[in-house]
C-alpha cells in the first residue's frame, strides 16, 4: 500500500521535481495511458465482435431452422409416397404368391381326377364324425351329399381327391384361414390354419357340420360363373374372421369338377401394409374400383373398411373425393385431404393387377412435429454455439484485463531506464492497432521484448488470422453462391431456348392463331410445351409436365420432348399418333432410370378441314370453345408416360369449326394455391377464359394474371404452363377477329 500511495503521489505531483521523478512520472503516464487506450480498442473491439456474432449467429440459426424443418416435411412427404408403391407392390406380390399357390391347387387337382391311378388314394379325418386340430387336412360332406348317399365310385373319387393333402400342407405358410377343394358332387377338402383358435376345423362343430351348404355361397358360384381365378370383396368369414378368399375352378375329363378356395385374412394383409417404424398416425388402406375402402387397420371413421360401403367418392372434404377419384383412375400421388376433422397427407399408387388402389395416410401433425423437432434440434444446437462464444469471449476479456493488470504493475515497479525502453514497444503497439482497425488485417506485430507486450501482439496476430481465415471462408461461401446462381441463371436460359417462341411463332398465317408460355416454380422446370408443322397443313401441339421439378424434371422434360417430336416426325402422319406413344413410352423407360413420369396432352391440327387428331397420356383435360363456349375435353383414360411399358394409346379426334379453340395447360395452373390453401381450381379457370375472348394471346394473358392475383404472396408450387389454338380455318379471319378479337 505504502508503495502505491508514493506511485499515485508522483503521478499527481505538481511543482518542481528532478530529472528522475520527471522521467519516472514521464514513463508512468505513457505506460498508464498507453494501457487504457489499448485495452478500451481491444475490449470495444471484442464487445463489438462479439454482438455482431452473436447477432449473425441468430438470424443463421433461424434461417438454417426453417430450411431444415421445410427440408424434413418434404422428405417424409416424398417418402411417404415411395412407401406407399413399395407396399402396394408388397400387397401385389403377396396376393400373386397366393393366386400362383390356388392354381396349382386347381392343376393338381384335375390331374389327380383325370390320372387318378398315378396317384395313391388317402382316407382323411371326416369332420362330419369327428374333431379335426389345425393344420390338418379333412373331409367334409355336404348335407344334400349325406342325404343322397356316397357311391362306390364317388367314395373312389374323394379318396383319390385326398392325395392333394400333402399340396395343402405345403402351401400352408402362405395363408392364416382356410384353404378348401369344393367339389361339385358335394364333398370338399379342407384345412383350417386359425392359429391361436382351439377349435381346429371349423367344420367339425355345429351348426356348419350340418348346414354347410357351400355350393350356394356367393364365391363357388361367381368362380362357376367367371371360369377363372378370381378374388372376392373382403367378407366375414364362417370362422369368424374378415377374409379376402382367392378362387379358382378346376376340371376332371367331363368338364368343372369344383372351385379351389384360398382365404387371405385381412389383418394379416393390414399388419404387411404397415411398418415396424410406424406409430398410429401413419396407416395404409385398400380402396376398391368404386371407391370404398375394403382393407384397412381402421375401425371407424372416413378410412375404416367398416361395411358400411362409404364412398370417398362422395367424402365431404373435396380434396378427398377428388383423390378418391384419381385413385380409381389409377394414378399415383400425394394430395392434402380431411377426414374426421383431422388434416392428412395421403399419398396412394395403384395396386398393380388390379383394379384397387393403396393409400398411405399421415396426420400432417406427425410431419409438421417432426419438422418441428428438427428445427429446434438445429436452434438449440445455435443457441448452444452462442453460449460457448459468448463464455469464449468472456473468457479473453478476463484474462485480458487480468493480464494488463499484471502488465501495469510490472510496469510501475520498473525504473526510469525501463519506462524509457518501454514507450518504444508501447508506440509500436499503439500503432499496429489502429492500423488493423482501420481494416489492414495483414499487419502483424512482432515484439522481442520478453514480456507481456510481446504476448499480447501475439494475440493481436492469431485474433488477425483468425478474422482473415473468417474472411476467406466467407468469400469462398460467397463465391460459391454467386455460381450456382450464375448456373441456374444459365440454365434457365437454355431451357427457355428449347422452347419455341410462345408470342405470334407464325405470323404469316392467317388460317390459326397460337400462343403459349412457360412458367418454372424453381429457375428451372419440368413442364413444357411445342408445336411444329409435319407438313405445309397439319400443326401439331404438345404440352407435357414432369413428375418432378428442378434440374432433374428439366433434363428429363428435354429427354420426352426431343423423343415425341423426333418419333412424330419421322412417322409423318397423324394417324400413327398412337404409335408414336407407344414407341415414345417405351424409349423413355428404357433411359428412365430416376422412375419419373410425364403426363402428355399431343394433338395434330389439319389446318384445311379443322380436323384435331389427338392423344392424352395422364393429362389434365383440355378446355374447347365451341359456338363461342368453353367446355371441358372429356378425359381420356389413357396412362402417363414413362411409368410402364408396352401400354397401348388409342387417338381420338374432333372437328374444329372456324373460330373454335383448344386452351391446353399443366396442372400448376388449377392446382396454383392462394395464403388459404385453397386452389385455383377447374371452374375458375373455366371462367377466366370464359371472360376472356379473343385470341390465344389475351387467353392467356387473362388466365396468368388470374392465377397471379388469386395466389398473391403465396409460393408458386409447380411450373405453370399454358398453351392455346385458336382455328380461323384456310380462308381468311373471321369478321370478329378483324374487329379486336384476334391478335
Same mark, same amino acid.
Given at each position: ?123 382323411? *379325418? ?72 382351439? %377349435? ?86 385398400? %380402396? ?8 384397412? *387397420? ?9 361395411? %358400411? ?34 388434416? &392428412?397427407?395421403?399419398? &396412394?399408387? *395403384? ?69 524509457? /525502453? ?77 422452347? *419455341? ?24 422446370? /419440368? ?217
Amino acid at each position: 500500500m505504502k508503495k502505491i500511495k508514493i506511485l499515485l503521489e508522483l503521478i499527481f505531483q505538481r511543482g518542481k521535481m528532478n530529472i528522475y521523478r520527471r522521467i519516472l512520472r514521464m514513463a508512468l503516464w505513457g505506460s498508464c495511458v498507453t494501457f487504457v487506450v489499448m485495452g478500451g480498442i481491444f475490449l470495444a473491439s471484442i464487445f463489438v465482435l462479439q454482438s455482431e456474432l452473436q447477432e449473425q449467429n441468430r438470424v443463421l440459426s433461424e434461417k438454417v431452422g426453417d430450411y431444415v424443418e421445410e427440408a424434413v416435411q418434404e422428405e417424409v412427404k416424398d417418402g411417404l409416397t415411395e412407401t406407399t408403391v413399395l407396399r402396394a407392390r408388397l400387397v401385389q406380390r403377396l396376393l400373386k404368391g397366393c393366386s400362383f399357390s390356388v392354381e396349382l391347387l386347381a392343376t393338381k387337382l384335375g390331374d389327380i381326377l383325370q390320372h387318378g391311378e398315378t396317384y395313391l388314394p388317402k382316407n382323411l *379325418p371326416v369332420a362330419n364324425d369327428e374333431e379335426v386340430a389345425d393344420y390338418v387336412p379333412y373331409v367334409y360332406y355336404s348335407p344334400g351329399l349325406i342325404k343322397q348317399g356316397i357311391s362306390p365310385k364317388l367314395q373312389q373319387e374323394i379318396a383319390a381327391v385326398s392325395a392333394i393333402e400333402n399340396e395343402f400342407k405345403h402351401v400352408s405358410h402362405r395363408y392364416n384361414g382356410s384353404i378348401l377343394a369344393a367339389s361339385k358332387h358335394g364333398y370338399l377338402i379342407r384345412m383350417d390354419m386359425l392359429d391361436g383358435d382351439e %377349435m381346429g376345423g371349423i367344420l367339425c362343430y355345429e351348426p356348419l357340420r350340418s348346414n354347410y351348404n357351400y355350393l350356394g355361397k356367393e364365391w363357388y358360384q361367381e368362380t362357376v360363373k367367371a371360369g377363372k381365378l378370381i378374388f372376392t370383396e373382403p367378407y366375414m368369414a364362417s370362422y369368424g374372421k374378415k377374409c379376402i378368399s382367392i378362387c379358382a375352378p378346376y376340371y376332371d375329363a367331363e368338364g368343372l369338377a369344383g372351385v379351389v378356395v384360398a382365404d387371405v385374412d385381412t389383418d394379416y394383409i393390414c399388419q404387411r401394409m404397415q411398418s415396424d417404424e410406424a406409430d398410429d398416425s401413419e396407416f395404409s388402406f385398400v %380402396m376398391d374400383k368404386e371407391g370404398v375402402v375394403i382393407i384397412s *387397420p381402421k375401425q371407424e371413421g372416413a378410412f375404416a373398411a367398416d361395411g %358400411m360401403n362409404k364412398n370417398l367418392r362422395q367424402a365431404e372434404n373435396s380434396a378427398l373425393a377428388a383423390t378418391a377419384e384419381r385413385m380409381i383412375a389409377g394414378e399415383k400421388g400425394i394430395a392434402l385431404v380431411e377426414a374426421d376433422g383431422i388434416e &392428412y397427407y395421403l399419398a &396412394y399408387a *395403384p395396386l398393380p393387377g388390379s383394379e384397387w388402389s393403396l393409400g398411405t395416410v399421415i396426420d400432417t401433425a406427425g410431419i409438421t412435429a417432426k419438422g418441428d423437432q428438427a428445427e429446434a434440434a438445429v436452434v438449440a444446437d445455435f443457441k448452444q454455439y452462442s453460449m460457448v462464444l459468448r463464455d469464449y469471449f468472456l473468457f479473453i476479456v478476463v484474462g485480458v484485463v487480468i493480464l494488463f493488470v499484471m502488465l501495469l504493475y510490472l510496469i510501475l515497479k520498473r525504473n526510469v531506464q525501463m519506462a524509457k /525502453g518501454f514507450a518504444v514497444p508501447i508506440n509500436f503497439l499503439t500503432d499496429g492497432v489502429r492500423e488493423i482497425a482501420a481494416g489492414n488485417l495483414q499487419r502483424k506485430l512482432y515484439l522481442k521484448t520478453g514480456d507481456e507486450l510481446e504476448t499480447l501482439a501475439e494475440s493481436f496476430n492469431q485474433m488477425t488470422e483468425e478474422l482473415t481465415a473468417s474472411m476467406e471462408r466467407l468469400a469462398k461461401t460467397t463465391a460459391q453462391k454467386e455460381r450456382i446462381e450464375t448456373e441456374l441463371s444459365v440454365a434457365t436460359r437454355i431451357q427457355t431456348g428449347l422452347l *419455341p417462341a410462345g408470342q405470334n411463332p407464325f405470323p404469316q398465317r392467317k388460317d390459326f392463331d397460337l400462343a403459349a408460355m412457360m412458367k418454372p416454380a424453381r429457375e428451372v422446370g /419440368g413442364d413444357f410445351y411445342d408445336f411444329y408443322f409435319l407438313d405445309e397443313h397439319h400443326l401439331a401441339i404438345t404440352v407435357a409436365d414432369v413428375s418432378d421439378k428442378g434440374v432433374p424434371a428439366a433434363l428429363f422434360m428435354v429427354i420426352a420432348k426431343t423423343m415425341l417430336k423426333e418419333n412424330l416426325l419421322f412417322a409423318g402422319s397423324p394417324e400413327r399418333l398412337g404409335d408414336v406413344f407407344v414407341k415414345t413410352n417405351n424409349s423413355l423407360i428404357r433411359s428412365n432410370k430416376e422412375n419419373m413420369f410425364v403426363t402428355v396432352f399431343c394433338g395434330v391440327l389439319d389446318t384445311l378441314s379443322g380436323e384435331f387428331i389427338y392423344v392424352n397420356a395422364g393429362h389434365n383435360p383440355p378446355l374447347i370453345r365451341q359456338s363461342s363456349r368453353y367446355n371441358y375435353l372429356e378425359k381420356a383414360q389413357h396412362p402417363v408416360m414413362g411409368a410402364l411399358e408396352d401400354l397401348p394409346y388409342c387417338t381420338e379426334r374432333l372437328r374444329l369449326q372456324k373460330g373454335d379453340a383448344i386452351f391446353l395447360y399443366t396442372d400448376g395452373v388449377t392446382e396454383a394455391r392462394n395464403e388459404g390453401r385453397k386452389f385455383f381450381g377447374e371452374q375458375r379457370l373455366l371462367r377466366t377464359l370464359s371472360a376472356a375472348g379473343g385470341g390465344a394471346d389475351k387467353g392467356l394473358e387473362s388466365v396468368y394474371q388470374a392465377v397471379c392475383e388469386f395466389a398473391g404472396e403465396a409460393a408458386p408450387s409447380d411450373d405453370i404452363t399454358m398453351l392455346e389454338l385458336v382455328y380461323y380455318g384456310s380462308s381468311e379471319r373471321m369478321d370478329c377477329h378483324e374487329n379486336g378479337e384476334g391478335k
